[in-house]
């Protein structure tokens, strides 16, 4: 039998490993997961090449996903610090990673997260294309093509293109604040302007379509004109591109490829809503991945707070997957702590959404902790934290302070590797209330009352 996508095995009735294993970790029938990755409203990005994957599913049926971006730039970082970061990430529960390296060694540092990630790994192929050139205006669409091609044959599992971002668009950008934000779209929009010729990744879709149809690679459709502002939120180069992503959606699945759509960055908290609506139904419910939104603008260093305060919010309005954003967005290259940081922000959101939506067992680890809590079963407590070894850390430094006030003057934030063997977990109270006054305990004391 010839190789079929997973959309091509769910159209023709054909239950495929991946779809069985996504349904048992979504705690839903596999039925249901066939029909919707048929539909497309769910995808499952598993390229056939990357070998020790294990599938997962994205889609606003599904528990809401996280992704963390990392990647080395022309300045900072080697295969070793990057492969930190992609621990780092997993460890805190990524589900995703993308690789957005744009400096040297990108194709063994790309090599290397394939071979030790069992997420799926995603990239943007345009980065590549810019490191073999010198000019950004130089790129061409048979060296995008060729990138892309080597990329889907190395294992990566999507791909973000912005292939909705056409010329007509660059007037609206013109009237924007910040104008485009967007690495790849700005550079695609420079490069139309300059040559006066369309976008090369929209000329080339089909040619795109045919190499991610060979191997499975999901397409993750590129929002170049999201707001970098909240000025510039929900305006006509928006959703102007997002009507063109719409298109681009309809064509992957006819050609029997995966397809989930980019969303805005920067989005005042009232608007998030509509804007998770108008993807909605303007893409015919594909997976919407969003970045943020970031709510307000004025918080550098804070970023993955201000963003995450946004991402609960669009993914109970439908948004399926979360890309985080670390303390560093808008200064400087994450190292691994941003990384670890980022995602744990944004797992907290991602959960606090699915329990809002009463997602299956989504509660679950909450009300465990709760019991733990009331039993003061500390290491309970510590192994259902979202960030164990902070959560333990934190305790610590508590019970130093307790114990020698002068203490708390000299202390820093925790560093969780300093806790391993931490002991003092079986007080009945804790340090906030202390022994005498703990709410709990005396709440356990209260007597009966007719």
Same mark, same amino acid.
């Given at each position: 039998m010839a190789f079929l996508t997973q959309i091509q095995s769910a159209r023709?009735?054909?239950?495929?490993?991946?779809?069985?294993?996504? =349904?048992?970790?979504?705690?839903? /029938?596999?039925?249901?997961i066939m029909k919707k990755v048929a539909l497309g409203h769910i995808v499952i990005p598993a390229n056939k090449n990357h070998k020790n994957l294990v599938p997962m599913g994205i889609g606003? *049926?599904? &528990?809401?996903?996280?992704?963390a971006n990392i990647g080395n730039s022309p300045?900072?970082?080697?295969?070793? /610090?990057?492969? /930190?970061?992609?621990s780092q990430a997993i460890k805190y529960g990524s589900d995703t990673v993308m690789d957005l390296s744009t400096g040297e060694r990108i194709n063994e540092i790309r090599e290397a997260m394939i071979e030790?990630?069992?997420?799926?790994?995603?990239?943007?192929?345009?980065?590549?294309?810019?490191?073999?050139? %010198?000019?950004?205006?130089d790129i061409t669409e048979e060296m995008l093509i060729d990138v892309i091609r080597l990329q889907a044959e190395q294992g990566v599992d999507y791909i973000t293109i912005h292939a909705g971002l056409l010329k007509k668009h660059i007037p609206y950008a013109k009237k924007r604040l910040m104008g485009i934000v967007s690495r790849g779209g700005s550079i695609m929009a420079k490069w139309m302007a300059l040559h006066n010729k369309e976008n090369p990744v929209y000329t080339a879709f089909d040619k795109i379509l045919e190499i991610c149809a060979e191997h499975d690679v999901t397409l993750s459709l590129g !929002?170049?004109?999201?707001?970098?502002?909240?000025? @510039? *939120?929900?305006?006509?180069?928006?959703?102007?591109?997002? %009507?063109?992503?719409? /298109?681009?959606?309809? &064509?992957?699945?006819?050609a029997g490829v995966q397809a989930m759509v980019e969303g805005p960055g920067h989005v005042p908290f009232d608007e998030i809503q509509m804007n998770m609506e108008k993807?909605?139904?303007?893409?015919? !419910?594909?997976?919407?991945?969003?970045?943020?939104?970031?709510?307000?603008?004025? =918080?550098?260093?804070?970023?993955?707070?201000?963003?995450?305060?946004?991402?609960?919010?669009?993914?109970?309005?439908?948004a399926a997957m979360l890309c985080y954003v670390t303390p560093k967005e808008h200064i400087g290259l994450p190292n691994a702590r941003d990384v670890r940081d980022g995602v744990i922000a944004y797992k907290i959101a991602a959960h606090a959404a699915d329990v809002a939506?009463? &997602?299956?067992? *989504?509660? @679950?680890?909450?009300?465990?902790?709760?019991?733990?809590?009331?039993?003061?079963?500390?290491?309970?407590?510590? !192994?259902?934290?979202?960030?164990?070894?902070? =959560?333990?850390?934190?305790? =610590?430094? *508590?019970?130093?302070?307790?114990?020698d006030p002068s203490s708390a003057a000299k202390a820093n934030d925790p560093q969780p590797e300093s806790c391993d063997g931490m002991t003092n977990t079986d007080e009945h109270f804790c340090t906030m209330c202390g022994e005498k006054f703990c709410s709990m305990r005396i709440s356990q004391e209260i007597g009966d009352v007719e």
């Open positions: 023709k009735g054909i239950m495929t490993p991946e779809m069985k294993k996504v =349904a048992e970790v979504e705690f839903l /029938e596999p039925e249901f606003r *049926a599904l &528990r809401t996903k996280v992704n300045t900072s970082s080697g295969i070793e /610090e990057e492969l /930190e970061k992609l030790n990630s069992p997420v799926p790994i995603g990239t943007v192929p345009i980065y590549h294309v810019l490191n073999q050139v %010198e000019d950004p205006m !929002d170049g004109m999201r707001p970098g502002c909240l000025k @510039d *939120a929900s305006d006509e180069a928006q959703f102007a591109e997002l %009507e063109v992503l719409g /298109e681009l959606v309809k &064509r992957s699945r006819e993807e909605i139904e303007l893409c015919d !419910d594909a997976p919407f991945y969003i970045l943020g939104p970031v709510v307000t603008d004025c =918080a550098p260093g804070y970023d993955h707070i201000t963003s995450a305060i946004g991402a609960t919010m669009g993914a109970f309005h439908g939506l009463k &997602r299956p067992h *989504a509660r @679950d680890r909450d009300d465990a902790i709760s019991k733990a809590r009331v039993e003061f079963d500390w290491k309970q407590q510590f !192994d259902l934290s979202m960030d164990p070894d902070k =959560a333990r850390a934190f305790r =610590a430094e *508590a019970i130093r302070e307790s114990q």
